[in-house]
């Protein structure tokens, strides 16, 4: 079993960064697909960022494509999102999600989910 917390909740105004982690315990995250999503009351969980468990690929949405990197190290069961150039409408409960490999970009293919931390962007 995989469990996963995130920290870097924060208010930061639009254009700045901020960065989220993610750390896992229980099991190694090694081998595992990892995902962050974004969800806002009443709408769908949406897709962020993955990347491999070798973290040689990545991908992204177009909607956060150019400001967001996915990273992870590994040898620290963590994950980080770093964020640039921030817009309101990127304000969210972002979540960090551990998938088998395979997963992808819909929210229902991660088996192990983090509890979310809020991000707050502001005019």
């Known amino acids: 079993q995989v469990q996963l917390s995130e920290s870097g909740r924060g208010l930061v105004q639009a254009g700045g960064s901020l960065r989220l982690s993610c750390a896992a315990s229980?099991?190694?995250?090694?081998?595992?697909?990892m995902g962050w999503f974004r969800q806002v009351p009443g709408q769908e969980r949406a897709f962020v960022a993955a990347?491999?468990?070798?973290?040689?690929?990545?991908v992204y949405p177009d909607t956060v494509n150019g400001r967001f990197t996915i990273s992870r190290d590994n040898t620290k069961n963590m994950v980080y999102l770093q964020m640039n150039s921030l817009k309101p409408e990127d304000t969210a409960v972002y979540y960090c999600?551990?998938?088998?490999?395979?997963?992808?970009?819909?929210?229902?293919?991660?088996?192990?989910w983090g509890q979310g931390t809020q991000v707050s962007v502001s005019s």
């Open positions: 999600a551990a998938g088998y490999i395979g997963a992808a970009f819909s929210w229902r293919e991660y088996a192990y």
């Open positions: 229980g099991r190694s995250v090694c081998g595992y697909v």
């Open positions: 990347i491999t468990w070798s973290g040689l690929s990545t």
